[in-house]
């Protein structure tokens, strides 16, 4: 039987690489891969970018009210009909951009249609608050992976806090993309208490 891995870490911790690394290492092999990504997240458009600088492109943007089932359907018929071959795994990148049932989606592709599905992205936001993704993948993943990164002490990074302007802030909507104005940075649980003031909001 197929399973459903999720893989999450801390930013930082190089969730996009292994994606892309298990992507060539598939197609190495001669297999064919879908990678997907959720349209939340719009840093680099449709690319799936490492910040080692490595990019490819999603094969398949979901959206926030997309059924998940239909949207594989429809892209693994074109790998059909244009490479002649399966999919022989599904890879999505910014997993914790996916609704609950979404993500109940693709365990549903990987027990129903026998596709791996690997899921990549951080369980929580930088207020240390679940992602919808994040908490079911959690809950339904076959596997479970931590990828880990570190703080800037050297100790295990675990929580994401966002600056806005260089300063540290605790407050606001779960969701703002890295930008110009917006940065993030990976946090051991020392470090984050240090900076909120010993508050986890």
Known sequence: MAKLYFRYGAMNSGKSTALLQAAY???ERGQQVLLAKPDTDTKGDDQIVSRLGVARSA????????????VFAAARDRVHETMGTDVACLLVDEAQF???????????????LGIPVLAYGIRTDFRTKAFPGSAR???VAHSLEELKTICRCGRKAVFNARL????FVFD????????ATVTYESLCGACYLDE???VLA
């Open 172 to 179: 606001g909507d779960q969701v703002a993309i890295d930008g």
């Open 98 to 112: 996916l609704t609950s049932v979404q993500v109940d989606d693709l365990l549903r592709i990987a027990i129903t």
């Open 137 to 139: 993948l959690l809950e």
């Open 164 to 167: 806005i302007d260089g300063r």
């Open 196 to 198: 909120s003031g010993g």
């Open 59 to 70: 094969d398949v943007m979901i959206g926030s009210s997309d059924d998940v089932l239909e």
């Open 25 to 27: 290492n598939y197609e």
